[in-house]
């Protein structure tokens, strides 16, 4: 169970790394460049906090299935 705990930790912080890696490196960038009418800057933000909501969402589903196994097992 603890090995994926890593693999989803970086899962969850990778995009943000980068996200703000470019809003400090790129700013003027990510301010000016647009995708559908949006703001770089802004959208990236969204799909980061979307990502790590997912990937939470991931490991809680993840836990509880192991959990119940664990539970049967024990039966």
Do not use: C, E
Not at 26 to 42: D, E, K, L
Not at 49 to 56: D, N, P, T, V
């Amino acid at each position: 169970m603890k090995k994926y705990r890593i693999l989803l930790a970086f899962l969850a912080l990778f995009p943000m790394i980068i996200y703000y890696i470019g809003l400090s490196f790129w700013p003027q960038f990510m301010a000016t460049h647009f995708i559908w009418g949006v703001p770089y800057s802004i959208l990236g933000g969204v799909v980061v906090m979307l990502w790590g909501a997912f990937i939470a969402l991931f490991y809680a589903l993840l836990y509880f299935l192991n959990r119940d196994l664990q539970i049967k097992d024990d039966r």
